[in-house]
Every structure is written in C-alpha cells, then in structure tokens.
T-cell receptor, first 111, second 114 residues
Framework: TQLLEQSPQFLSIQEGENLTVYCNSS?????LQWYRQEPGEGPVLLVT?????EVKKLKRLTFQFGDARKDSSLHITAAQPGDTGLYLC???????????FGDGTTLTVKP | DAGITQSPRYKITETGRQVTLMCHQT?????MFWYRQDLGHGLRLIYY???????DKGEVPDGYVVSRSKTENFPLTLESATRSQTSVYFC?????????????FGAGTRLSVL
C-alpha cells in the first residue's frame, strides 16, 4: 500500500508568518500534485512537480519535490487569510489511473 | 458549461433508501473517480473508472455501486443507505499525461443519512 503522510495535520498562524507543509512517503512517485480545497468546494490543483529536486514557485508559494521523488514540501511566505484552506498532496505513477492522496493539512491564517 | 458537475449539491435521505449521486464531465477525460471526505480524513477513493464500461474498486467500495455507460457520466448509487455513509462526496475526472495525473473535482454532494 502506498501511503502519503502529511504534516502537520492542523496549522493555525497569524497573517504575515511563514510556514512549511510536508508530504512524505516510502514510495517513489512519477509526479506529485498539490491541491487546495476551500470550504464547500472541491480541491483545485495548485501545481505539479515531476523531476527530482524540482522547485516551483507560485507567487508566495514554493513547492519542492524531493531528490528521490518520495517527498515534497510546500512553503508559504508571509501567509495571508486568503491562504486558509485544506492543502492536499497526491502522488501519481506514470500512466497509472489513480493517485494516492495524503490526509491533508488544514491551514488557518488569522488576520 | 464546461467542466465537471455534480448533482444534487445537498441530499437528505433515510436509512435503507436507495440514493444516486450524479456526475457529468464535458472534457472527455477517460478516467473518473468517486471519493468521500469525512471530518478528520482526507479523500478516500470509493470507485474509479478507466473508460466507459470499465470500473474498479477503490479503498472503501462496500455499500456503493457505480456504472459508466457513457464516457461523460459516472453515477454513484448507495443501494441501501446507512448512517455511516453520511459524508461529502466528490467526483473527479483525470487527464493523464505521462507521469502527471491531474484530477479535476466537482463541487461535491453533501449527503446526510438519517
């Protein structure tokens, strides 16, 4: 069974603080996706990382794929209340139909 | 409208009743999925489908039935609803491009079984 463990499970911070969310596995993935889910909505894709060691930036969000393609991190700089939501990572294998989802990190950013 | 739509958005039913949740996508994606999301859990895969007439069990299939006679539709049926099936249900479709598997989610159906 392929598992993706996310940490922390819950995170509550003040506006302006930095934070990092981790997604770890013992399995190697061909790619890893990060999604954000807001209350009452379905998850929405933020980014896909494919190459080991790859770093992608999306405004104040920085995503990194581990060198061995078993783990990933999401770093948010100067968090804002609009960043509040559930962050999910999902690992995929080439041409495999289904992905493995982590249990998510619930982020609350207080004004 | 283009995209993936789920209906109904909200449903209240009673124990023992049959309930069908609908999912429709306009992209012609080959893969479709049904997940449930409960408080304290992430997404748990119920069933998925690789193409019309091809379905497979996910992590938590018991008590659910799916069908896929057309590429664009993937209904999920609870044959005899139980209280433990109270949850938020998400349908997704997938565009697989080599190593990437990007899933597009509907807005969800919130189901309460009384």
């Amino acid at each position: 069974t392929q598992l993706l463990e996310q940490s922390p499970q819950f995170l509550s911070i003040q506006e302006g603080e930095n934070l990092t969310v981790y997604c770890n596995s013992s399995s190697v993935f061909s790619s890893l996706q990060w999604y954000r889910q807001e209350p009452g909505e379905g998850p929405v894709l933020l980014v896909t990382v494919v190459t080991g060691g790859e770093v992608k930036k999306l405004k104040r969000l920085t995503f990194q794929f581990g060198d061995a393609r078993k783990d990933s991190s999401l770093h948010i700089t100067a968090a804002q209340p609009g960043d509040t939501g559930l962050y999910l990572c999902a690992g995929a294998k080439t041409n495999a139909g289904k992905s493995t989802f982590g249990d998510g990190t619930t982020l609350t950013v207080k004004p | 409208d283009a995209g993936i739509t789920q209906s109904p958005r909200y449903k209240i039913t009673e124990t023992g009743r049959q309930v069908t949740l609908m999912c429709h996508q306009t992209w012609s994606h080959s893969y479709m999925f049904w997940y449930r999301q409960d408080l304290g859990h992430g997404l748990r895969l119920i069933y998925y489908s690789a193409a019309a007439d091809i379905t497979d069990k996910g992590e938590v299939p018991d008590g659910y039935v799916v069908s896929r006679s057309k590429t664009e539709n993937f209904p999920l049926t609870l044959e005899s609803a139980t209280r433990s099936q109270t949850s938020v249900y998400f349908c997704a479709s997938s565009q697989i491009q080599g190593p990437k598997n990007i899933q597009y989610f509907g807005a969800g159906t919130r189901l309460s079984v009384l």
